[in-house]
């Protein structure tokens, strides 16, 4: 398998020992809620994601209940806020590469409403963003590979790529279609992948020897659609475990 960067989630209270071990990267999770990026609760969260800044590499940004495609135009209007101050915060940082999520809820938003809305959404967050910031949608609650896959298509900026967490396509029945499948439809449009394992019912964020997901397979598919696209692993905790399985893989 092709060698990559691999970055571990701060989700794992003891991510910066395992990356200084492993000589890994780091990607920011202090902020996925977005209340902790207004005061006071920013200097406590600040203080505590400026630990990483030596190895920090991307920064993953805030989704608790917002929604690129909300119905209610000042529920969109605040998720562009809460984006945007996520944006300058990690700017603020030094760090260029920001995961959002998709932001799709099944049997809310018709595929068509959720796709066409998403395109105007993300094209106008993007319009005053630098040439050398990256965009990377992830996938939460899609059912389905196409939607986020039509949705950077048809964007068209080298900005805007695609972050495949196996995880969420797995767990719960959000999904029927196949991981490889998942694989070979975001592939072209690939930047980064969430790794971490689960046994379907639920999103656990286990280690990647823990669960049912063919993380062999998605890595092999990715070496052929997407060699570039760079790993973060999502596990809660057992992290080193995870990257055990990377080296022993030859991934890492």
Request: proline residues 6%.
């Amino acid at each position: 398998m092709l060698k990559r960067e691999v970055y571990l989630a701060t989700i794992d209270e003891h991510a910066m020992e395992i990356a200084e071990k492993y000589d890994l990267g780091i990607e920011l999770d202090q902020f996925c809620t977005g209340m902790y990026m207004d005061p006071p609760e920013f200097a406590t969260w600040d203080l505590d994601a400026k630990k990483y800044m030596s190895r920090a590499k991307t920064f993953h940004g805030p989704f608790n209940e917002l929604s690129p495609c909300a119905i209610d135009p000042k529920i969109k209007d605040i998720s562009m806020e809460r984006y945007n101050q996520a944006f300058q915060i990690m700017w603020n940082y030094g760090l260029k590469r920001m995961i959002l999520h998709g932001g799709f809820v099944p049997l809310v938003y018709f595929p068509v409403w959720y796709i066409e809305q998403s395109i105007n959404f993300w094209k106008d967050f993007l319009c005053d963003k630098p040439a050398d910031f990256i965009l990377y949608l992830e996938n939460v609650m899609e059912p389905d590979p196409d939607y986020l896959r039509d949705i950077v298509k048809e964007i068209n900026d080298p900005r805007c790529k695609l972050c495949f967490d196996c995880g969420h396509a797995n767990a719960g029945g959000v999904s029927q279609i196949p991981q490889v499948k998942w694989m070979e439809t975001m592939g072209p449009y690939l930047g980064h992948m969430h790794l971490h394992n689960n046994d379907g019912s639920w999103d656990w964020h286990k280690n990647l020897g823990e669960g049912n997901i063919p993380i062999e397979e998605i890595l092999t598919i990715a070496d052929e659609l997407a060699p570039e696209a760079s790993i973060t692993i999502e596990n809660i905790d057992d992290t080193e475990q995870s990257v055990i399985w990377l080296k022993e893989h030859e991934v890492i």
